[in-house]
């Protein structure tokens, strides 16, 4: 309760959280209260927005309101799914090295190091494009999450090496707890406040590397997502024809969706963090 309150005290914090909740509401209110059609035409091409057309039509006539709004929804869904995985994958591995030190964190650092100088982009951008067809949104989540691990896990193996030598770790160890039960209940409960502000960089950074590569036209297959409407937008020259209507949402949301995540993590790491709250 008192980390809530200062939370709670933290202007970043409450601009992040109120961002990101408004980006919600768009993503999944809409489709309860109105009919959204993403393959109906509504209109001529490039028509700009009116009371009926909040944001008018794209340059096949669709309706961009109903696109933008599933675009928000497939490109959230992308950034927490290749959240979770990295977040996951960096944990197991960064935990495991940091407790057991000696050659197998080694091994597991030479590894992380040997992947993190790796372009994870062009990486992706290798995986995407041998895919001539059958890219959904799963895969290229878990593209994403099994590319962009490696700096989750120096970082908490770092958090791991440092509780190694706790008290209440070598309790444990002479209470006969085997690896996985210090680990599960004596070193993750510790940093779970940590994995939580990963969790929350990978899942912009999830969102962020999707709108590239997807803008880059190597994104899912008959699926829209704002990197999607990007891509649309460049190809079919909305800028050149003075449809703004056509890039600038998606832009707008992508850069909202960003900075709302990075704000919370800002403003999370000065609550969890004692030395920086004082």
């Known amino acids: ?35 959204l059609d993403t393959s109906r035409r509504a209109g001529l091409a490039y028509m700009p927005p009116t009371s009926g057309r909040w944001l008018g039509t794209d340059h096949l006539g669709l309706d961009m309101f109903a696109l933008l709004v599933s675009g928000l929804r497939s490109s959230l869904y ?19 090295g940091g407790y057991k030190g000696g050659w197998i964190d080694d091994v597991l650092t030479a590894c992380t190091n040997l992947f993190l100088v790796i372009p994870s982009l062009i990486v992706l951008i290798l995986l995407s494009g041998s895919l001539q067809e059958g890219r959904s949104l799963t895969l290229i989540a878990l593209f994403i999450g099994c590319t962009t691990w490696t700096w989750s896990a120096r970082a908490v193996r770092a958090q ?41 960089l990978q899942t912009a950074s999830g969102i962020l590397t999707e709108s590239v590569i997807s803008m880059l036209g190597l994104g899912p297959y008959d699926t829209v997502s704002l990197g999607n409407l990007l891509n649309q937008a460049i190809r079919n020259e909305a800028l050149s024809d003075g449809a703004w209507w056509a890039f600038f949402p998606p832009m707008l949301l992508i850069t909202v969706i960003a900075f709302a995540l990075y704000v919370l993590n800002t403003s999370m790491e000065g609550v969890f963090n004692p030395r920086l709250r004082k």
């Open 1 to 35: 309760m008192k980390l809530l309150r200062h939370l709670l005290r933290s202007p970043g914090f409450l601009v992040g959280a109120l961002l990101l909740l408004a980006t919600l509401l768009l993503a999944f209110l809409p489709p309860l209260l109105m009919e």
């Open 160 to 200: 791991a090496a440092s509780l190694r030598s706790r008290d209440h770790v070598a309790l444990a160890r002479i209470n006969g707890y085997g690896t996985l039960g210090i680990v599960c209940l004596h070193i993750l409960p510790y940093l779970l406040s940590y994995l939580f502000m990963v969790f929350i």
């Open 78 to 96: 992308v950034g927490f799914l290749a959240g979770i995985v990295a977040t996951v994958l960096g944990t197991l591995i960064g935990v495991y």
